[in-house]
């Protein structure tokens, strides 16, 4: 039996054992981004406990392009992906993952070589109460 009530879903799964899941909001954020120097994509700061899933896409890039993306959990560097132009893979995608509460999480793109041109990013995000 799944019983939903004020945010909150409890799920019996035995005559011992409830199961109860915390649901807040879920966020959709899609942009684009023309970068200057290093140029922030996505940040969150001050929060409660969060998932977070995105992609950037990097398919415009020419042979001629290249883009530092790095990816932050609290202030320290977790990622560093240097992508160049004429890739197989056009899409980076950022695996989900779980940022305890005022833990900050920052996504940046940097343009290192060729022309600057917008790039396509995209995240969910689920925030727990």
């Known amino acids: 039996m799944t019983t939903v009530f004020n945010n909150t879903v409890t799920t019996s799964i035995s005559d011992n054992y409830v199961?109860?899941?915390l649901m807040h909001r879920v966020t959709e954020v899609k942009r684009k981004v023309k970068p200057i120097g290093?140029?922030?994509i996505i940040e969150i700061t001050h929060h409660s406990p969060f998932l977070i899933e995105?992609?950037?896409d990097v398919s415009g890039l020419d042979t001629n392009d290249s883009v530092i993306?790095?990816?932050y959990?609290?202030?320290k560097?977790?990622?560093i992906r240097r992508i160049d132009g004429g890739i197989d893979e056009p899409m980076l995608r950022l695996h989900s993952k779980i940022i305890p509460s005022n833990t900050s999480y920052k996504v940046t793109v940097e343009w290192v070589a060729g022309?600057?041109?917008e790039i396509d990013v995209a995240f969910i995000i689920l925030a727990f109460s």
Do not use: N, Q, S, W
């Open 38 to 40: 290093e140029t922030t």
């Open 77 to 79: 560097i977790y990622l």
């Open 69 to 71: 993306i790095r990816e």
């Open 73 to 75: 959990i609290a202030d």
């Open 19 to 21: 199961l109860t899941t």
């Open 115 to 117: 022309t600057p041109k």
């Open 54 to 56: 995105g992609y950037v």
